[in-house]
């Protein structure tokens, strides 16, 4: 590859943060970054980033959270093909395999779950996978775009005509899922359309509900549309947490960067990564 065509592939600025929050002993969430590749090829790197929110007794939670995570990003890029919706959808299903044989094998274990959503970056396209209340948006050309459903009960009444999105924000059984990884033997995944493709610009946003059940869509889009990754992730879980932050919160924010864009930025926080793709 000559310098003309390398300084062309686009760069994922990257920053993941998570935090207890206000009220919970422990953090039952987790997410991680993934990338594999040789950056000097003419598509970089494959990006995948996944963030799971755990549940369960004792430490339950804690426990499906990480399998989750681990065993998606490991399984991930061990599938033949070229087909990165059909990887996430057997990384997925493993995941669930590996996450409820262990709880139903052991007695402080048991019934524990976790939502899960990844997403991956590959040839300048898209894709992920979603089970749960956890969220990916899409910020593009200043307007925010909710990619994922939440597979809650609520989510369920708003569809049903019974309950308005503002009323579903204040419910009490707001935070009942009806769809999560390890509770069942079997589990059914979101996935996106095939692959999708993004652009110089673009930001995409995972988080837990301790985030987006404090922070309003519009705040979202204002934190990270004005700022870089690494101040808008910090920005947006002091907001939570100012306003309570009643449950773990966490967020991973990746921008699509023109290379000039980034090359004189000044050093990089241990949270925050730069990959090119």
Same mark, same amino acid.
């Given at each position: ?157 708003? &569809?049903?005509? #019974? !309950? =308005?999105?503002?009323?579903? *924000?204040?419910?009490? /059984?707001?935070?009942? @899922? ?54 808008? &992730?910090?920005? #947006? !879980? =002091?907001?939570?947490?100012? *306003?309570?932050?009643? /449950?773990?919160?966490? @967020? ?26």
């Amino acid at each position: 590859m000559d310098s003309a065509e390398k300084s062309s592939v686009p760069m994922i600025e990257t920053s993941l943060v998570s935090d207890k929050g206000c009220c919970r002993k422990n953090n039952e969430d987790y997410l991680q970054l993934f990338s594999f590749g040789d950056e000097t090829s003419t598509g970089g790197k494959e990006v995948l980033a996944i963030l799971a929110d755990g549940m369960g007794g004792h430490q339950g939670g804690e426990v499906a959270s990480r399998m989750a995570v681990d065993v998606i990003g490991k399984t991930y890029f061990e599938q033949p093909g070229n087909d990165p919706v059909q990887a996430l959808k057997t990384s997925f299903a493993k995941a669930n395999q590996a996450i409820f044989k262990t709880a139903s094998g052991d007695p402080a274990l048991r019934g524990m779950g976790t939502t899960c959503t990844a997403l991956v970056l590959k040839n300048g396209q898209a894709c992920f996978a979603h089970v749960g209340d956890s969220r990916l948006y899409r910020l593009r050309d200043g307007g925010l775009e909710l990619l994922t459903v939440d597979h809650t009960w609520v989510n369920m009444m708003i &569809s049903d005509g #019974l !309950l =308005t999105p503002e009323e579903a *924000r204040l419910h009490p /059984d707001r935070s009942i @899922v009806t769809r999560s990884i390890g509770t069942q033997s079997d589990v059914s995944t979101d996935t996106s359309a095939g692959m999708l493709p993004i652009q110089v610009g673009d930001v995409y946003l995972l988080s837990s509900d301790g985030l987006h059940d404090l922070v309003e869509d519009e705040e979202i889009r204002l934190a990270v549309l004005c700022n870089p990754p690494h101040v808008a &992730s910090e920005l #947006l !879980l =002091t907001l939570a947490k100012q *306003r309570g932050g009643y /449950d773990n919160i966490s @967020v991973g924010i990746l921008t699509v960067r023109e290379p000039s864009s980034i090359q004189n930025r000044a050093a990089i926080t241990r949270e925050t990564a730069v990959i090119p793709v």
